[in-house]
């Protein structure tokens, strides 16, 4: 086995170095873009270091919106993975599945099927919706006006 840096590490290097060692060179111009570039290798290093947990959380949530009762499973983060091949595939397989149980409860909510449910679901809709904000943007909250 070859030691090398994790995934999120290596993102947290591209990251520094773009903040520390490129920006000071870059022209005015091109300065938007790149503060674009450190936050997109920002936010990919705190999805990578979360691992598989959110996608399972998701569908958590969702299978019980939905009546189906699962429970999400003991996910890896991506610092104790073992297999980060197979830890790939079935996190693409888990994230795809989240996908068509978000599709399946908006036609749910559509066709006025949660109507009777509908503060459990916005309930849960904030809750995922802040699981992807402190990812996407940490710090939201001092900026939300009804947390």
Known sequence: MQDRPE???LLAALRM???DEVAPAVPQELRFSLRV???VCAMLEREARL???PAHEEVAALAQLL??????PAARSSVDSASPTATSASLNDVREEAR???RRLASAIRAGEMDERLEEVVQTLRERLAARL???HPG???FADDA
């Not at 009546?67 to 999400?72: C, I, L, W």
């Open 67 to 72: 009546g189906e009762g699962r429970t999400a």
């Open 134 to 136: 402190r990812v996407a």
């Open 51 to 53: 691992g598989e947990r």
């Open 140 to 142: 939201w909250e001092c």
């Open 37 to 39: 570039a450190i936050n």
């Open 7 to 9: 995934d999120w590490e």
């Open 100 to 102: 068509e149980m978000q």
């Open 17 to 19: 170095f773009l903040a």
